[in-house]
């Protein structure tokens, strides 16, 4: 069946331009999630959805970041007015919800360049 | 607060020979569960090997296995076998129950198979 997906693949932008990276999990699953992935951090959980809802916000790094998702679907992670510590691979991942046990399945990323 | 910890930011294994990936882990919650997740070159992460903390016996995965060691918060991860196509980033990672869903992760080893 049809993984994560993620898009754009790559997104160059400037700095102080928003963007908006989008995450198709796959279906069924409840659970999504965000994290950002740059060299100077390692791997980082940005925040967490289940269903519509977001209970756990607490990686997004600053007010410029914010998330949504509709339809139990589709999510979108924007960062406004983008600076060039934001630059880094953003991967979304989901999973069923399971509070235990359950593996979590990655998207491809999407990188972001700030220039 | 949990935290992994991998010290072997790099590590060179004969092709057939066997390998051993280190983690350590820190937390007070005593219902968690511990992740292997290979990235290769191409960024996709994927899941390896899962062990959760009242698991009685090592998990093993084809020809992988996780040496459990609760008392030493150890949960190192054994490659048998190894083969080129095995050479990628390895990260240990955490999900605590009672910590809502996100995976913490570990920085990572670089994982090198040669001739």
């Known amino acids: 069946g049809a993984g994560v997906s993620q898009s754009p693949s790559n997104k160059v932008t400037e700095k102080g331009k928003d963007v908006e990276l989008r995450c198709d999990p796959i279906?069924?699953?409840?659970?999504l999630y965000w994290y950002r992935q740059s060299l100077g951090q390692g791997l980082e959980f940005l925040i967490y959805f289940q269903g519509n809802s977001a209970p756990d916000k607490s990686g997004l790094p600053s007010d410029r970041f914010s998330a949504e998702r509709t339809g139990g679907s589709v999510s979108t992670l924007t960062i406004q007015r983008t600076q060039q510590e934001d630059s880094a691979v953003y991967l979304c991942a989901s999973s069923p919800y399971n509070p235990t046990g359950s593996e979590q399945y990655f998207g491809p990323g999407t990188r972001l360049t700030v220039t | 607060a949990q935290k992994i910890t991998q010290t072997q930011p790099g590590m060179f294994v004969q092709e057939k020979e066997a390998v051993t990936l280190d983690c350590t882990y820190d937390?007070?919650?005593?219902?968690?569960?511990l992740f292997w997740y290979k990235q290769p070159s191409s960024g996709e992460m994927i899941f390896l090997i899962y062990?959760?903390?009242?698991d009685q016996q090592n998990a093993t995965e084809g020809r992988y296995s996780l040496n459990f060691q609760k008392a030493r918060k150890s949960a190192n991860l054994v490659i048998s076998a190894s083969q080129l196509g095995d050479s990628a980033m390895y990260f240990c990672?955490?999900?605590?129950w009672g910590g809502g869903n996100k995976l913490t992760f570990g920085t990572g080893t670089q994982l090198k198979v040669e001739l």
């Open positions: 937390t007070s919650d005593p219902s968690y569960g």
């Open positions: 062990q959760g903390s009242y």
């Open positions: 279906s069924g699953h409840t659970a």
């Open positions: 990672a955490m999900r605590v």
